[in-house]
């Protein structure tokens, strides 16, 4: 996640993996006595217009509303076409390869189970797994989409089928499309931005994850894997089908984003928040677009919440050390980013981004000692270079500054 902010400014980038620098963790020194505040989420401002993906809205209607998963992403299959490329959908070629496969993968369950077997069990939800993943040989695509590259209508089960694979939303979607056609209780599961699907009849639970081709793993595992709290509510529970169309709305919005549509994007998570208020990332990104858009006061509190509902997002901590600089707000961000290295571990975003807080307080020592700590986990970190010479430059060292901008030309 990236705020945008006025040329000659320290901005953070998106992040980046890396080894831990040791160098990040020397001056974090005590404990930081910065702590989340315990306020629910600020009011946003008032949006006037209403929701404007119209026919997904229609299916998903207020809380509590029964909301079939196929009927609704036809709808915004409509409403994606429309919005994003002026174009008519027309759902019956999806209808009818979905049904095709319906009808296929019932013959598949009654061969494995045989006549008489319950279909509402956990057999069948086993059978529909070995259906995608070994019947049709469906491969999981293991790496993410970037905003640049991503395109949303990749997700949808028919597309998924015609591809023959596809990423951890677009199989479990598919999944449970299959499972809502036969009447097998299967739920989707949001743990972090990761997707994977549940049978869950209220008794019996079995997890099925879609990037290892339906391999069960316990609660425990996303729970470590993702480092998700255990007070976060909105993570690793059983969701409702209308509360699976808002995880896919999170993914669309990074369409509009693409498409540099901020607004329209930010009515997006503004939606998926109505319905999953526990969803962090999707607050985080809304903030970010806050932050773009001038209004870093809303990023700040909006990203404040992010922390405490997901204290181990270490993008939250950056983004929001981000928007407490352009409060003038320098202590704060070096308190801010303080408790993200203790909490969050050590990354080329948060050393950064408290450099660039240490760099605000004229501390230039420090700062150039986070700049090269954010370095060492990103040698082609560009904005980093810049900061680090512009540090340089402010001690007298002017061959250094000079090394450090033409290695940040040469990052381009």
């Keep these: 996640m990236n705020a945008s902010r006025a040329p000659g400014r320290t901005r953070l980038p998106a992040p980046v993996p890396g080894r831990l620098a040791a160098a990040c963790l020397v001056l974090v020194g005590c404990a930081s006595d910065w ?8 009011e946003r401002p008032y949006r006037a217009e209403e929701f404007f993906l119209r026919d997904v809205e229609e299916q998903l209607g207020p809380p509590g509303n029964e909301v079939r998963l196929h009927t609704a992403l036809h709808a915004l299959r409509a409403d994606l076409a429309r919005t994003l490329s002026g ?59 970037s905003v640049e590259s991503y395109d949303p209508r990749r997700v949808f089960p028919s597309s998924v089928l015609e591809r023959g694979g596809g990423d951890c939303i ?36 079995r997890n099925y994850e879609m990037l290892r081709r339906g391999h069960s793993h316990p609660d425990w595992y996303y729970r470590e894997r993702f480092e998700i709290p255990y007070a976060s509510g909105d993570y690793l529970r059983s969701l409702s089908t209308r509360e699976v169309v808002a995880v896919v709305l999170y993914n669309v919005a990074e369409a509009y984003r693409k498409a540099g549509r901020g607004g329209e994007a930010g009515a997006v998570y503004e939606r998926v928040l109505e ?28 990203l404040a919440v992010v922390i405490r509902d997901n204290p181990n997002l270490e993008s939250a901590y950056a983004n929001l050390a981000t928007a407490y600089l352009d409060l003038d707000r320098a202590e704060d961000a070096v308190r801010v980013c303080r408790a993200g290295l203790r909490r969050a571990g050590a990354s080329a ?39 680090i010479a512009r540090a340089y ?7 250094l500054a000079r090394d450090h901008l033409k290695r940040a030309a040469g990052t381009h």
Excluded at 277 to 297: H, I, T
């Design 275 to 302: 319905i999953l208020p526990g969803f962090a990332e999707a607050r985080g990104n809304l903030a970010v677009l806050d932050a773009a858009s001038g209004d870093a006061a809303l990023a700040a509190a909006e």
């Design 170 to 205: 677009g199989l479990g979607l598919l999944f449970l499309a299959l499972a809502e056609r036969l009447d097998v209780p299967v739920r989707g599961v949001l743990v972090g931005t990761h997707f994977f699907v549940r049978y869950d009849d209220g008794v019996t639970k």
């Design 87 to 145: 174009a008519r959908f027309d759902p019956a070629p999806a209808r009818r390869v979905l049904d095709e496969a319906a009808v296929a993968c019932a013959a598949h369950i009654k061969s494995t189970l045989g006549e008489g077997a319950e279909a509402q069990s956990v057999p069948a939800s086993d059978a529909i797994c070995s259906f995608l993943f070994q019947r049709l040989d469906l491969e999981p695509d293991l790496h993410s989409a």
């Design 393 to 399: 430059a402010a001690v007298g060292r002017e061959q």
């Design 35 to 42: 702590q989340p505040s315990l306020a629910p989420p600020p």
């Design 349 to 387: 975003q948060l050393c950064h981004a408290l450099g660039a807080a240490y760099h605000a307080q004229k501390r230039y020592g420090p700062a150039i000692r986070q700049y090269r700590a954010a370095l060492e986990f990103d040698p082609e970190y560009t904005l980093a270079h810049r900061n």
